[in-house]
């Protein structure tokens, strides 16, 4: 089916536009707007809410998402670009040079398996349990993996808290909430994504 330049919805104006638009701006009035006044309240917070989410949206929650609405193929891929885009954020906001960086691959390599797993163990389905176990697994997967890198000798920065299990409490229960989250949100798609 070949369309005109002529033939426009409104659901082509909501979902072409406006909703990438209020993505983008929410994306940007958290490190923005968020941040400053969270950094008045708790530091903590600031860290949870800025960087953390930053974190989830780019290697958690969009891979698993085209993994559980695609296929294995598009959440790796868009596992491999994203955690990419924010292994070298990473770099930068730090200021490392050298070598020796694994846990930058650790968010390359965790982004990945957790849109591959999640796209692999769903095959597509639309079921609310399959999608939930999908993204469970790759979030817990893809979270180990990302803990083992962080505590292989020789890192130039301590990515992780002097307590090992606090630590895997941090790196993976986030994980396990957006393993939740995202099949949820993932399952609101399915008329849209139904070939």
């Known amino acids: 089916m070949e369309l005109s330049w002529k033939e426009w919805k409104r659901n082509d104006i909501i979902w072409g536009i406006i909703i990438p638009l209020l993505i983008v701006l929410l994306i940007m009035a958290f490190p ?8 008045n309240i708790n530091t903590t917070l600031e860290s949870i809410f800025v960087a953390g989410l930053e974190e989830a949206i780019l290697i958690v929650a969009f891979p698993m998402m085209l ?10 891929a868009a596992g491999f670009l994203l955690g990419s885009i924010y292994s070298l954020a990473t770099f930068q906001m730090y200021g490392l040079s050298g070598s020796n960086h694994f846990f930058l691959l650790g968010y390359v390599m965790s982004a990945m398996l957790i849109g591959y797993i999640a796209g692999a163990l769903n095959k597509g389905s639309f079921s609310f349990r399959r999608m939930l176990v999908a993204g469970l697994v790759s979030a817990i997967i893809g979270g180990l993996f990302l803990y083992f890198t962080m505590t292989l000798p020789g890192q130039p920065i301590i990515m ?3 307590d090992y299990a606090y630590s895997m409490f941090l790196t993976i229960v986030p994980r396990i909430i ?7 949100i993932a399952s609101l798609f399915k008329p849209i994504f139904k070939f």
Do not use: C, K, M, R
């Not at 957006?178 to 949820?184: A, D, K, Q, S, T």
């Open 178 to 184: 957006y393993g939740i989250l995202i099949p949820f």
């Open 32 to 39: 923005v707007v968020v941040g400053p006044g969270l950094h």
């Open 67 to 76: 993994g559980l609405l695609w296929n294995q193929w598009a959440g790796g």
């Open 160 to 162: 992780v808290a002097p």
